[in-house]
T-cell receptor
Framework: GENVEQHPSTLSVQEGDSAVIKCTYSDSASNYFPWYKQELGKRPQLIIDIRSNVGEKKDQRIAVTLNKTAKHFSLHITETQPEDSAVYFCAASIKGNTPLVFGKGTRLSVIA | NAGVTQTPKFQVLKTGQSMTLQCAQDMNHNSMYWYRQDPGMGLRLIYYSASEGTTDKGEVPNGYNVSRLNKREFSLRLESAAPSQTSVYFC????????????FGEGSWLTVV
């Protein structure tokens, strides 16, 4: 089955700097890659996703890139703010067939 | 629109006791899931139901059973709770399986002593 590896497990950045979180997946048939943000004590919530026919997608300060050949995708957060502090999860799945498989998460701390 | 609702929010069990976590969604989604979240382990799939009438094991099904009662409801049962089942449990749903956005409930904090 699918296996998703996520790095780093913790990340600290200064406010205003950029943060990058990377994930690799094992199943070349996977074609849906969402990112979830989980604030302390809250539920995970989708922040951005990308499908295999797209190489990059942006939404304001957040962007995701996908390299299908290398089987990795990344989350980029620019101009980080204290409210970006949270745990971020990447995930992968085969559309319409299998449930999402999540990475182990990255705890991002933005230091003011 | 409540989304995904799960109960109870907090529960303390003694080893060997049984309990059922309830989950309901009002988004007319076909697929529903139960995940558990442990520190450093991410979100691991326990069981899922791709559509009403079907259930399948996920990554960590041992010690659990599920019932897809109807399209709206998907329950998770611990028959004989063990301390290793201390965790946060999330129910989730999606429209047509893994290739679509899944929406999580607020979570159930379970402690087994």
């Amino acid at each position: 089955g699918e296996n998703v590896e996520q790095h780093p497990s913790t990340l600290s950045v200064q406010e205003g700097d950029s943060a990058v979180i990377k994930c690799t997946y094992s199943d070349s048939a996977s074609n849906y890659f969402p990112w979830y943000k989980q604030e302390l004590g809250k539920r995970p919530q989708l922040i951005i996703d990308i499908r295999s026919n797209v190489g990059e997608k942006k939404d304001q300060r957040i962007a995701v890139t996908l390299n299908k050949t290398a089987k990795h995708f990344s989350l980029h957060i620019t101009e980080t703010q204290p409210e970006d502090s949270a745990v971020y999860f990447c995930a992968a799945s085969i559309k319409g067939n299998t449930p999402l498989v999540f990475g182990k998460g990255t705890r991002l701390s933005v230091i003011a | 629109n409540a989304g995904v609702t799960q109960t109870p929010k907090f529960q303390v069990l003694k080893t060997g006791q049984s309990m059922t976590l309830q989950c309901a969604q009002d988004m007319n989604h076909n697929s529903m899931y139960w995940y558990r979240q442990d520190p450093g382990m991410g979100l691991r799939l326990i069981y899922y139901s791709a559509s009403e009438g079907t259930t399948d094991k996920g990554e960590v099904p041992n010690g659990y059973n599920v019932s897809r009662l109807n399209k709206r409801e998907f329950s998770l049962r611990l028959e004989s709770a063990a301390p290793s089942q201390t965790s946060v449990y999330f129910c989730a749903s999606s429209d047509q399986g893994g290739g679509n956005t899944i929406y999580f409930g607020e979570g159930s904090w379970l402690t087994v002593v």
